[in-house]
C-alpha cells in the first residue's frame, strides 16, 4: 500500500522534507551531533566531501574517510528532533520514493552520536569519554510508538518504582544501546553508563536560574539508583530517543559522550572544544578499525 503525500512529505526535487536529502545522499553509516557547527569538525578529518546539504537545523555532510563512506549530520538538540531525523533517515534507505512503497529488502543503518553531556557521579571527571550502555528517557518520545519489545522493561520497573515519580507524570522508558556496534567503542579511553534524556535542559535537568524546580531532589535522589550495580552517570538530551527508534527500525545506535560538567562537583570543562574533538577523532577512528 503506497503511504499518502500527508505522511510522506517530499519536496519537488524529491528529497525527503525537513532533512532536504535524496537516498543517494546518505552512507549506511552516520555520526549524528546536535550542533550545525560541530558538522564540519567532523568532516573536515573526510579525505573528500561529496554532498553538502541543509535546511533549517539539519546540516549533512558526506564523504570519504580512510575509503569508508560516511555521513555526518545536525539534529538539533532534543528527542522531539530525533524522531524527524531518524524517521526520514530510515525512509532514505527502506521507502521506494518512486511508488510510496516500503522496500521488501530492508537497509540496516549504524548511528553514532558524538555529544556534549554533563555527569551527576563525582568520580566521573570533566574531559572523560562515556559510551552509553543504556538509556533512560524522561522524554516521552518512545510512549508514542508500540516500542515494549525494544525496551528495557526490568530497568523501567525497577526505576519508576524507586523513584516514584509518576505524581508528577514523569514515567522513565528505557533502551539499550546495541551491543554488537558499542563494541567497537571499547577502551581503555572510554567508560560506559547508563544515560539519562531529558526533555530540556533547565527544570528538566534540575538546574534552576530564577524559576524554582519542583524536584528539589532530582540529580541526588538519580545519582543515589543504581542497577546491578551500576549508577546512572549523566544528562542529555537525545540518546534514549535514538535507541528506541533504531531499535524500532531495524537499525543499530551508540551514543558516545564527552564529560564537559559534573553537576555533582559543580565543574565545567576549560577545554570543551579540544574534548569534543578528541572524541570526534576516537569516533572516527573506531569506525573504521
Do not use: C
Not at 32 to 59: H, Q
Not at 199 to 204: H, I, K, L
Amino acid at each position: 500500500m503506497a503511504i499518502s503525500d500527508s505522511e510522506l512529505i517530499l519536496n519537488p526535487d524529491g528529497s525527503i522534507y525537513h532533512l532536504n536529502l535524496l537516498p543517494e545522499d546518505i552512507a549506511s553509516t552516520i555520526i549524528t551531533v546536535g550542533d550545525p557547527n560541530r558538522v564540519s569538525m567532523v568532516s573536515k578529518y573526510f579525505d573528500t566531501v561529496d554532498i553538502n546539504k541543509e535546511k533549517r537545523e539539519f546540516l549533512t555532510h558526506t564523504g570519504i574517510y580512510k575509503g569508508k563512506r560516511i555521513t555526518v549530520i545536525s539534529t538539533g538538540i532534543g528527542t522531539d528532533n530525533i524522531d524527524i531525523v531518524f524517521n526520514e533517515l530510515d525512509a532514505l534507505v527502506n521507502i521506494d520514493f518512486a511508488t510510496r512503497k516500503v522496500k521488501q529488502r530492508k537497509t540496516r543503518l549504524d548511528f553514532i552520536r558524538i555529544g556534549t553531556s554533563g555527569s551527576i557521579q563525582a568520580d566521573i571527571p570533566v574531559d572523560s569519554f562515556l559510551l552509553s550502555s543504556k538509556a533512560i528517557g524522561f522524554d516521552g518520545l518512545m510512549h508514542f510508538y508500540e516500542a515494549g519489545q525494544v525496551r528495557n522493561n526490568a530497568l523501567e520497573q525497577e526505576l519508576n518504582q524507586f523513584l516514584r515519580w509518576e505524581d508528577h507524570n514523569i514515567v522513565a522508558y528505557v533502551v539499550d544501546a546495541d551491543e554488537d556496534l558499542a563494541k567497537k567503542f571499547d577502551s581503555n579511553r572510554i567508560r560506559f553508563g547508563i544515560t539519562i534524556t531529558n526533555s530540556g535542559f533547565y527544570g528538566p535537568q534540575g538546574r534552576s536560574l530564577r524559576l524554582p524546580p519542583k524536584l528539589h531532589d532530582f540529580n541526588t535522589k538519580l545519582a543515589a539508583f543504581s542497577y546491578q550495580n551500576l549508577p546512572l552517570t549523566n544528562h542529555e538530551m537525545e540518546t534514549a530517543g535514538m535507541y528506541g527508534l533504531a531499535k524500532l527500525h531495524g537499525h543499530r545506535a551508540v551514543s558516545l559522550n564527552a564529560i564537559l560538567a559534573n553537576r555533582a562537583t559543580g565543574e565545567f570543562s576549560k577545554h570543551g572544544r579540544k574534548t569534543i574533538d578528541d572524541l570526534i577523532k576516537y569516533t572516527l577512528e573506531k569506525i573504521v578499525s
